[in-house]
């Protein structure tokens, strides 16, 4: 989020120094409190439609992105027309002038390439068009020029120039941090399928072994425990959703434990206190389940005690704005030095590549603050909190799309 206040800033300051230049309409200063002059209205003005426009076009470069962001943009430049194309086709024009679409494909050629803005004269012979001259600035992401910003005015303007620059800059930061909103969305959709890619070999093998061997000695524990499979596998690779709920998310882990304690028998106990209130909280997709696999592995499998028994306790509560989640186990532990190894993903011994992706996929939604806390010592078990926040926008409205 610094990243794109920065590039706000560094973008709209230009803007503003032309919309103020321009100063297209008076101030009212007693609806403006206190934006009394023309100056602070002008500037007032060219925020609040930098604003507005800027929306549509995190979600890209489309012809729907265009013309809702067109009619703002040609407000902040006070042109007769202007135009957003891609690399192919005029996708949306606002104002006067659609007829010179075509021309303007023709000469936008040389700019696409290079790069390089470029103002001309357009040829028309309708007397009473307004629009006479064309001003082209590339939209231009990662030196890759996705298309144009086209100004339309009635005469040349040295001033049009480099408003429409600053604006086309302005807006191809926005482009930029749409790309980056995919390669996020992109990157989370990699380290779910790295998850799936982890749990599945391991824990399918383990868990059909334990079926098969109930089949002919206690048939009704067998369906049972295959019920349980199939919707435990059912939910880890559905292929839909970043989001989930912490009930669903809950919920596969009940399918899970049912799965090891059948394997481990009384060698595991599970302690869960869940408060009700705290079930419906958004939260990524598989983010829990791996912790959960995490605890068994480092409390059953590589505990080293003359019990092997190992207890796990799994509490949600309400804290607030957040949900805070624990998950604790009295097993082996791990040396803290390679703990911060597995996280930094410099190491990654068995269940180390589920605590690095959850820690990252978290750090990513909710922010560095939100990454997760583990307390753990060799031989002191391991403690991991998560603290989820209970209304982050976005996140509970893609959760709610993914159940429904």
Not at 128 to 146: G, K, M, N
Not at 179 to 200: F, G, N, P, V
Not at 343 to 363: C, F, H, K, M, Q
Request: net charge neutral; with cysteine; hydrophobic share 45%.
């Amino acid at each position: 989020m610094s990243g794109f206040l920065a590039g706000l800033c560094v973008a709209v300051l230009p803007v503003l120094a032309v919309g103020i230049w321009l100063g297209r309409r008076t101030a009212r200063p007693k609806s403006l409190g206190g934006l009394g002059t023309p100056v602070e209205h002008a500037t007032f003005e060219t925020l609040h439609t930098a604003s507005l426009a800027a929306p549509p076009l995190r979600a890209g470069l489309t012809e729907e992105t265009a013309r809702k962001s067109a009619r703002k943009l040609r407000s902040l430049l006070g042109t007769d027309a202007l135009c957003l194309t891609d690399r192919e086709q005029v996708l949306v024009w606002d104002g006067d002038g659609a007829h010179h679409r075509a021309e303007i494909m023709e000469r936008l050629a040389g700019a696409l390439e290079t790069g390089r803005g470029e103002a001309f004269r357009l040829t028309c012979d309708i007397l009473d068009c307004s629009v006479r001259w064309a001003v082209v600035a590339p939209l231009t992401v990662d030196d890759r020029v996705h298309g144009a910003l086209v100004a339309c005015a009635p005469r040349e303007s040295a001033v049009l120039v480099r408003a429409a620059g600053e604006v086309a800059r302005w807006v191809s930061v926005q482009l930029e941090l749409a790309d980056l909103d995919q390669s996020r969305t992109r990157l989370i959709e990699a380290e779910i399928k790295a998850l799936r890619a982890q749990i599945s070999p391991h824990f399918i093998f383990n868990s059909l072994a334990v079926i098969a061997s109930f089949v002919r000695t206690d048939p009704e524990r067998a369906r049972e425990l295959l019920l349980e499979f199939a919707d435990f596998t059912r939910y880890s690779f559905r292929r839909h959703g970043d989001f989930t709920t912490l009930a669903d998310e809950l919920h596969a882990i009940d399918h899970y434990l049912a799965l090891v304690r059948a394997r481990f028998g009384d060698r595991l106990s599970v302690t869960l206190q869940i408060a009700p209130e705290v079930l419906p909280v958004a939260l990524p997709f598989l983010c829990l389940q791996p912790l959960v696999e995490n605890a068994v592995k480092h409390g059953l499998e590589g505990k080293a005690v003359s019990s092997g028994k190992c207890h796990i306790r799994i509490t949600a509560q309400d804290a607030g704005a957040e949900a805070l989640v624990v998950i604790e186990d009295d097993g082996a532990g791990m040396d803290p030095a390679l703990l911060r190894r597995i996280l930094a993903r410099e190491a990654s011994p068995s269940g180390g590549i589920g605590l690095s992706n959850v820690d990252d996929r978290l750090r990513q939604v909710y922010g560095d603050d939100h990454g997760l806390v583990i307390e753990t010592a060799k031989g002191a078990g391991m403690k991991i909190t998560v603290r989820i926040p209970k209304y982050r926008p976005g996140v509970h409205s893609a959760a709610r799309l993914t159940r429904e």
